[in-house]
């Protein structure tokens, strides 16, 4: 096996304002290999974003404190790099797209000049062949008329297609690796395909491996290769799609699949997930499941779930495991 490309390792991520503590992130681990997309899947709230945005050193301090855990990408230790040195690696290594374009763009400069202020920042072109490339790019990602709307501004492109100059920046200078931070919020159906089908083809066409956020499992079992289930700032379970999808491990696992509406179910009640997410200052004792969990015993509210191996390349933190797995 080649050497992660990524790799997240208890994470441990704070929020401080007055005297209340958000604990956002509890010990999140899971790590991307070269060449493969992973998906990191939740409710709102479970800690993906927030989880992203460390890695991309986003975080403002205050209010945010990473207080414990590493990440390392290519080897390199990404929490203790000089922010110059990491500088250098964003955009060209590692990129990200954000899940709302409208305020990601920069409202007063074309998209156009904001795509070639990539190749300028990075010293890799300038002038008319930075504004050349951009157009390229442009058309890459299938915008039409890509010279004359290069020279237009956010709020005058729809939302799938300010999506598409999301990901023309992201991918302009080739990086190894792709996040993908929701990419497909509040877009149609339809525009949401077209978004998936041109990351996973970009993805394939380079080798670049994608860590793709979103809380959608149909998009996960289409594109994604092993997924990472967070709930309250943890991961608990992750290992490959096909076998996490197919008879989950943890309690929650196994109802996000039971809260999904099927072709086949016409006429019967839906099944959701009863109660909140918790409130990630005042987490519950024990599985922070366990106030939602139809498998809960006393062991769930007094103490943390181990993490076991529900099959060789799968892990799940779940007291009850088995039942979990019999009943999926």
């Known amino acids: 096996m080649p050497d992660p490309i990524l790799e997240i390792d208890d994470l441990r991520i704070e929020f401080r304002s007055g005297g209340e503590i958000v604990h956002a992130a509890n010990g999140v681990s899971f790590q991307i290999n070269p060449g493969e997309t992973a998906a990191i899947l939740g409710e709102s709230g479970s800690g993906k974003s927030v989880t992203a945005a460390a890695v991309m050193r986003l975080l403002q301090s205050p209010p945010a404190f990473i207080t414990g855990g590493a990440v390392r990408f290519k080897g390199q230790d990404v929490l203790g790099m000089p922010i110059a040195k990491w500088r250098d690696y964003c955009g060209r290594e590692i990129a990200m797209?954000?899940?709302?374009?409208?305020?990601?763009?920069?409202?007063?400069?074309?998209?156009?000049?904001?795509?070639?202020?990539?190749?300028?920042?990075?010293?890799?072109?300038?002038?008319?062949?930075?504004?050349?490339?951009?157009?390229?790019?442009?058309?890459?990602?299938?915008?039409?008329?890509?010279?004359?709307?290069?020279?237009?501004?956010?709020?005058?492109?729809?939302?799938?297609?300010?999506?598409?100059?999301?990901i023309a920046m992201a991918i302009a200078l080739g990086p190894d690796l792709l996040i993908a931070d929701e990419p497909t919020t509040a877009l149609d159906v339809t525009v949401q395909a077209q978004i998936m089908e041109l990351l996973e083809e970009l993805r394939a066409e380079s080798n670049m491996a994608m860590i793709l956020i979103t809380h959608d499992l149909g998009v996960v079992a289409d594109v994604a290769d092993n997924v990472a289930v967070m709930y309250a700032?943890?991961?608990?379970?992750?290992?490959?799609?096909?076998?996490?999808?197919?008879?989950?491990?943890?309690?929650?696992?196994?109802?996000?699949?039971?809260?999904?509406?099927?072709?086949?179910?016409?006429?019967?009640?839906?099944?959701?997930?009863?109660?909140?997410?918790?409130?990630?200052?005042?987490?519950?004792?024990?599985?922070?499941?366990?106030?939602?969990?139809?498998?809960?015993?006393?062991?769930?509210?007094?103490?943390?779930?181990p993490s076991v191996a529900v099959t060789p390349r799968r892990i799940a933190e779940c007291h009850h495991v088995e039942a979990v797995f019999n009943d999926s």
């Open 97 to 166: 797209v954000f899940q709302d374009a409208l305020t990601s763009l920069n409202p007063v400069f074309s998209v156009g000049w904001q795509i070639a202020e990539l190749f300028r920042a990075h010293g890799v072109a300038f002038g008319r062949d930075a504004n050349a490339r951009a157009v390229d790019l442009l058309n890459r990602v299938g915008i039409p008329d890509p010279a004359l709307r290069a020279k237009d501004y956010a709020h005058q492109f729809s939302g799938g297609m300010r999506q598409r100059v999301m």
């Open 233 to 305: 700032g943890r991961v608990v379970e992750r290992g490959p799609v096909s076998e996490v999808l197919a008879r989950p491990g943890h309690a929650y696992t196994l109802a996000l699949l039971d809260s999904v509406p099927r072709a086949n179910s016409l006429g019967q009640h839906l099944k959701p997930i009863i109660g909140s997410p918790p409130d990630l200052a005042r987490i519950p004792k024990g599985c922070a499941f366990h106030p939602r969990c139809r498998f809960a015993t006393d062991l769930c509210r007094n103490e943390e779930p």
